[in-house]
């Protein structure tokens, strides 16, 4: 393994440290390659496992995305000042797509007269909800994890809540483990329905919480730039964090809002119309 270009996760246990590596690299946690890093915690509260991953050995994620660069998601934090704008923005309304891979024929141009098979049947909502069962079962087995799901296909979104013993252990650190497991579980489920269907995993209200937190923030920061004018930048979000600030402020006749930069975490900019 290339120690000059490893990366290193840490965990309560092994799993979650190579769940935080998946969650991080956008792939299952199959695809992650890794070495165990023996440290010396001393007088500590809590032993950590730590592992080193060389992101030149981890596969692509489903969606055809690679690696992305590790931003810590503190959404909560005071906002920095960008003294210019960025060069590359995105349109919020392409935000938060996650698009499958592209059709076989289209890429490579064949006939379309050429006989193809027939396309398997469309899975039926329990069938969405039963193959979201046995995912989010792995995912928690994985991470070792004594808790219990309620998952119901609501529109095109699986609203799936979590309770048991250890429950507590998935909000921690800002809810990273809920974070990891929402955005691998349509991963995972792709390889059994062969296209991205959106989660939104919640505990106890944490995701009502933490939204209410962010829509409060985006109003705030928005009338600081109305009093003060300038552009206000927020610290890296994931794209679901990104999304609650986008429409937060979509109505809002005086700022407009974007995302900048390129990976999983980005930061969105707050301006003056």
């Not at 934090?77 to 003294?83: I, N, S, Y």
């Not at 049947?121 to 087995?141: C, F, R």
């Amino acid at each position: 393994m290339n120690a000059m270009n490893s990366m290193f996760f840490s965990g309560e246990t092994e799993a979650r440290a190579i769940l935080a590596a998946a969650n991080h690299f956008g792939v299952s946690p199959e695809q992650i390659a890794f070495d165990r890093v023996e440290k010396r915690h001393g007088f500590v509260k809590h032993r950590r496992v730590v592992i080193r991953v060389d992101p030149a050995s981890v596969g692509r994620s489903v969606d055809g995305g690679s690696a992305e660069s590790d931003d810590r998601a503190d959404v909560v934090a005071e906002p920095v000042v960008e003294a210019t704008a960025p060069s590359a923005a995105e349109p919020a309304s392409a935000d938060d797509e996650l698009m499958p891979p592209e059709d076989d024929a289209m890429v490579s141009g064949e006939d379309a007269t050429a006989p193809v098979e027939a396309e398997a049947p469309e899975a039926t909502s329990g069938d969405v909800v039963e193959i979201a069962h046995a995912a989010l079962d792995q995912l928690l087995d994985l991470a070792d994890l004594e808790v219990s799901a309620e998952i119901v296909l609501a529109g095109e979104r699986l609203e799936i809540e979590i309770e048991g013993v250890d429950e507590e252990l998935l909000v921690e650190d800002e809810g990273q483990v809920l974070l990891a497991l929402q955005h691998l579980l349509p991963r995972v489920m792709y390889g059994e329905l062969g296209r991205i269907v959106p989660c939104r995993l919640d505990s106890r209200g944490y995701q009502d919480k933490k939204e209410a937190r962010l829509r409060g923030l985006a109003r705030r920061v928005a009338e600081e730039v109305v009093d003060r004018g300038g552009t206000r930048t927020l610290r890296p979000m994931n794209p679901a964090d990104r999304r609650i600030v986008h429409l937060a402020l979509a109505d809002d006749p005086d700022v407009e809002t974007e995302s900048q930069g390129n990976g999983y975490f980005k930061r969105v900019s707050i301006r003056l119309l």
